[in-house]
């Protein structure tokens, strides 16, 4: 498996960065440097390794669901900018 030959400037234009001559100089040989290395990796003899996203297995932990006193609608209307009719009133946002 051959790494693809990638140009620094074709990945800083579909990135939208702008870069001078010395930085392309150097990300071209360090994105050289990341494909050698998924190269090296592609060689590897995996069978028998099941893929995974995590090192570690990922459990979720849930914890019972109780309801708990909340604040009283008082207080949160009092700390609200705008309230009316017992609701806290938000400007509108449509973009």
Excluded: C, W
Excluded at 14 to 43: H, N
């Amino acid at each position: 498996m051959s790494s693809p030959n990638l140009d620094v400037r074709d990945v800083a234009r579909l990135a939208r960065i702008e870069l001078t001559d010395k930085e392309a100089e150097t990300f071209q040989a360090q994105l050289g440097s990341v494909l050698e290395y998924v190269e090296q990796l592609g060689k590897l003899d995996l069978t028998g390794v099941e893929p995974t996203a995590h090192a570690n297995p990922v459990f979720n932990v849930f914890r019972e669901d109780e309801a708990k006193p909340g604040l009283e609608r008082k207080a949160v209307l009092a700390n609200a900018p705008h309230a009316a009719n017992n609701l806290v009133v938000v400007t509108k946002v449509i973009e």
